[in-house]
């Protein structure tokens, strides 16, 4: 069982660790990804996520299936909140089980990084300064210094 979705409400993490739950898995494994205070020296109040939804979910399905190919998943579940969240809120939850826990953690560490690196999920960070900024998901750089290092000047941190 493989589902995906991209959510405007708050995840709810248990909802799916039962979802994947599998007497004929030895393990369970669940990735919360939260809302960090700071992120490269300044403090964050919250981030705003946003998604070409459509395509998303068709790339987390992707993703989703790869996994489950690569390592023999019994049961898959991602799902991505988008809008604001504040400091401590769940940005994503993935949800697996597996006959084996080896295989369990590495399907899961799988999902996060193909995620990052290639589903339409962009996010912009709101710092105590009353400034934002939209930073790269799979990087630690604001994207505008990302783009003045790539034309060969120096973004400030």
């Known amino acids: 069982m493989i589902r995906v979705a991209v959510v405007d409400r708050a995840?709810?993490?248990a909802a799916l660790e039962a979802e994947v739950a599998d007497p004929g898995s030895g393990a369970t494994s669940v990735f919360i990804g939260t809302v960090r205070d700071s992120h490269a020296g300044r403090s964050v109040t919250g981030i705003e996520y946003s998604a070409y939804t459509t395509m998303a979910e068709r790339e987390?399905?992707?993703?989703?299936?790869e996994a489950t190919e690569r390592t023999g998943v019994a049961s898959l579940v991602v799902e991505h909140r988008i809008g604001a969240l504040a400091v401590g809120e769940a940005s994503v939850v993935i949800a697996l089980s597996h006959a084996h826990r080896a295989e369990a953690l590495a399907a899961t560490s799988?999902?996060?990084?193909?995620?990052?690196?290639?589903?339409?999920i962009w996010k912009r960070?709101?710092?105590t300064d009353g400034t934002r900024e939209w930073v790269h998901a799979s990087s630690s750089a604001p994207l505008a210094a990302q783009h003045a290092g790539a034309?060969?000047?120096?973004?400030?941190s």
């Open 151 to 156: 034309a060969g000047v120096e973004g400030r």
């Open 11 to 13: 995840l709810n993490p």
């Open 110 to 120: 799988f999902v996060i990084e193909e995620l990052k690196r290639r589903v339409p």
């Open 60 to 65: 987390l399905a992707a993703i989703a299936t």
């Open 125 to 127: 960070e709101m710092y």
